[in-house]
């Protein structure tokens, strides 16, 4: 039998346990007879309940709790639930970095990079840090880093379980400063590039002369001074007497909204160019096209598009398809199709997709792309290839080569790559070329265009030349008709 004081502890306890139930019963459902008698709505409900939590965890918790971890722990599971990769929440930090990126000038490597969120669908998928687009003329660019590299590591530590927040400040530093990414590309294809920060300043638009009177645009990305760069672009054209035009949106991240419209509505004398549409009726918006036209109404236009051209540069593609103003040459877009806003909250804020942008056949083209009219795709590398490539990126063959041979000749880059396959290598000469040569051009400023490599060009150019183009243009489907017959395919 238990003595006096044995059963007197057991009273003790078992008072505690009871007061413990009793508190939380009335923590539990003392409020929902509140809100059945008050007829909250259950918006209402849930932050009472949320501000109740967040209460009593501040005042009841065995260490004090600094009330901005709460806050911004809350935040982000907030805008997590949303399942939506572009809606977060901004730290104060983030918040900065944004202010950065909007004003064009931040010590980084010039990577647009994107992070998925855990999907049940696919829980076998690694959360990497995916590369959308590199910046041209930068860092990441000068490296080699291309669309869809995976970036597996951050100086040796993981990216799969960090946060956007962590990577950025991971990639981010002061210019001259060294970081070392891992690179995943393709299924087996892995190294290790140590790369040096530079002062980014993104760029927005650049121009040349191709062969035949064509004229070449590149947009890099849609900021507030794009279409004032395109305008100035298409007069210096005109004044070289140009007679087609080939607008490049490879590796093009998207942008301003705003920056879009006004861009094609160069192009475009009439008609929508996009359109906006939401469950709040204040984002739905159409934007048409004012009759003050710029590139002449019947100067034949190709645009080059890859799985690196998100967002505005979607927009600024299915406007020109659908209103059967340009050809689309390349392959199939990113497929971004929402617009977002930020918004700050005292020091933090947060991004929102506030609405989707549909094309004027009304496509809306999230998580599906724009089909280009011409496919012209890379040559993938085979399996054999890859763990080539990895083997020779790995013994630094390419800048051993490139360090030892500055001012290498043709015949020199000819004679390597043909000892590089006489080893055993059965990656292409075209392949093994391109490589050397951007090892050899890694520090110099890369021209506007590459025709000697460059395959969708190319591509454009005959285009042009077939005497065909009004004819392929009235024949290409828009851009929901493509939607429509690629979900009719069994």
């Known amino acids: ?41 259950e918006t209402d409900r849930y932050f009472t309940l949320f501000q109740n939590a967040f209460n009593f965890i501040m005042q009841n918790y065995v260490d004090v709790v600094d009330p901005l971890v709460l806050y ?3 935040m982000q599971g907030l805008f997590d639930a949303l399942g939506d990769p572009y809606s977060t929440f901004l730290t104060e930090q983030m918040m900065s970095d944004l202010s950065d990126t909007t004003t064009g000038k931040f010590g980084g490597l010039g990577l647009y990079i994107s992070k998925p969120l855990p999907d049940p669908k696919t829980p076998d998928r690694r959360l990497y840090v995916e590369v959308v687009s590199p910046i041209e003329d930068t860092p990441g660019w000068r490296a080699g880093i291309m669309p869809g590299d995976q970036i597996t590591h951050i100086d040796g530590e993981p990216t799969e379980p960090l946060v956007m927040d962590d990577v950025l400040k991971k990639l981010r530093g002061e210019p001259g400063s060294q970081v070392t990414i891992t690179v995943l590309r393709g299924t087996g294809l892995v190294f290790d590039e140590t790369i040096t920060r530079a002062m980014i300043e993104v760029p927005t ?43 490049d949106l490879r590796n093009n991240p998207g942008g301003l909204l705003q920056a879009v419209v006004q861009v094609a509505d160069l192009f475009l004398s009439k008609g929508v160019i996009v359109s906006t549409k939401s469950r709040n009726k204040y984002e739905n918006a159409v934007y048409q096209a004012k009759p003050d036209l710029l590139a002449p109404a019947d100067m034949p236009i ?9 967002s505005a540069s979607e927009i600024l593609a299915g406007a020109l398809k659908d209103q059967k103003r340009a050809y689309l040459v390349g392959e199939n877009t990113y497929g971004k199709g929402s617009v977002q806003q930020v918004l700050p ?5 947060f991004k929102l997709t506030m609405s989707r942008y549909y094309t004027p056949s009304d496509a809306n083209i999230d998580k599906i792309g724009i ?68 090892q050899l051009e890694r520090t110099s400023i890369a021209p506007p265009f590459d025709l000697e490599y460059d395959l969708q ?6 285009v042009l030349a077939g005497g065909q183009f009004a004819t392929l243009v009235a024949g290409a489907r828009s851009v929901k008709d493509l939607q429509a017959a690629a979900a009719a395919k069994p």
Do not use: H
């Not at 909250?345 to 804020?349: A, R």
């Not at 060009?457 to 005959?462: F, G, Y």
């Open 1 to 41: 039998m238990k003595d006096q004081s044995a059963r007197k502890r057991d009273r003790m306890a078992w008072s505690a346990m009871a007061v413990a139930v009793v508190f939380c019963s009335a923590v539990s459902f003392s409020v929902p007879g509140a809100w059945a008698q008050d007829g909250e709505s």
């Open 345 to 349: 909250i005292g020091d933090t804020g």
């Open 371 to 438: 089909a280009p009219d011409l496919e012209v795709k890379e040559p993938e590398l085979t399996p054999e290839e890859e763990a080539s490539l990895s083997d020779l990126i790995e013994r630094d063959v390419f800048a051993s080569f490139a360090a030892a041979n500055p001012e290498a000749t043709a015949a020199q880059v000819a004679m390597f790559v043909k000892g590089l396959r006489s080893a055993g290598s059965p990656v292409s000469e075209r392949v093994l070329r391109k490589l050397i040569r951007n």
């Open 302 to 310: 190709v645009i080059l598009i890859n799985r690196g051209s998100a």
């Open 205 to 247: 638009v650049k121009r040349a002369m191709l062969p035949d009177g064509v004229g070449y645009l590149r947009i890099i990305e849609f900021t507030p001074q794009t279409a004032g760069r395109v305008r100035e672009a298409l007069d210096w054209f005109k004044g070289q007497g140009y007679k087609s035009l080939v607008i």
């Open 457 to 462: 060009l190319n591509a454009a150019l005959e």
């Open 72 to 74: 911004e722990g809350a």
